[in-house]
């Protein structure tokens, strides 16, 4: 699964830029120029949106152990590729941008940008984030990492109840991402009810939903 939120056993620093993040991200970039080929604002929504960016060197460093990194079989396999499909093109390029902007000036990567730095990246003057992050820690690094940054809203709590009170924007155009980390024996039926009751807010909003594909 790709980046969720970031409370029990999962730390998603350990997994991020692995291939599911690059699947994730590219579709949500898709979906944001989808959004965009309108010149009207519209809101973005995720309601578990962890810390924001991630260095990737700490992906070699557990708790108390030295783990294999997972995004060298993700954003590492397209780092170098001298040609890409156009919508990986546009995903790496923002990755490679932020990559640089944080000061690596090394050929492999290693300042990761999270689906809200991406998200900010990426948006008009006329659009805004709306960023919900429940578990304390992750909640205050994402406060410092878009302390200075206009149009994006943090809150330290949770995105399935704070989502209500989000839709509809005064803007009339949404789209929410919901990609938490399934670690309860409850989080798919929380999934469908928050989905239900946003649509039922906002029939127009567009919906993302990340969730793992098990046996159960």
């Not at 954003?75 to 690596?104: C, F, H, M």
């Amino acid at each position: 699964r790709g980046q969720g939120s970031r409370r029990l056993n999962y730390r998603h620093h350990y997994h991020a830029g692995n291939f599911a993040d690059v699947m994730k991200h590219a579709a949500l970039v898709r979906l944001v120029r989808a959004m965009q080929r309108k010149a009207k604002g519209f809101l973005y929504v995720d309601t578990h949106a962890g810390r924001g960016r991630y260095d990737l060197e700490s992906a070699a460093r557990g708790d108390t152990l030295e783990r294999k990194p997972e995004w060298p079989e993700g954003i590492g396999r397209l780092w170098s590729r001298p040609k890409l499909p156009e919508a990986l093109a546009d995903y790496v390029g923002l990755v490679r941008t932020y990559d640089q902007k944080l000061g690596n000036l090394e050929p492999l990567p290693r300042f990761y940008p999270g689906s809200p730095r991406l998200m900010r990246m990426l948006m008009r003057p006329q659009d805004r984030l709306s960023l919900f992050e429940k578990q304390p820690g992750e909640a205050a690094a994402l406060r410092a990492e878009f302390a200075r940054s206009g149009g994006v809203g943090v809150q330290a709590a949770d995105g399935y109840a704070g989502l209500r009170g989000q839709l509809p924007p005064p803007e009339k155009r949404a789209l929410v991402l919901i990609d938490p980390p399934f670690e309860t024996k409850d989080e798919f039926s929380r999934v469908v009810e928050a989905v239900g009751a946003g649509l039922g807010r906002m029939p127009s909003a567009v919906f993302a939903i990340w969730y793992p594909l098990t046996e159960r």
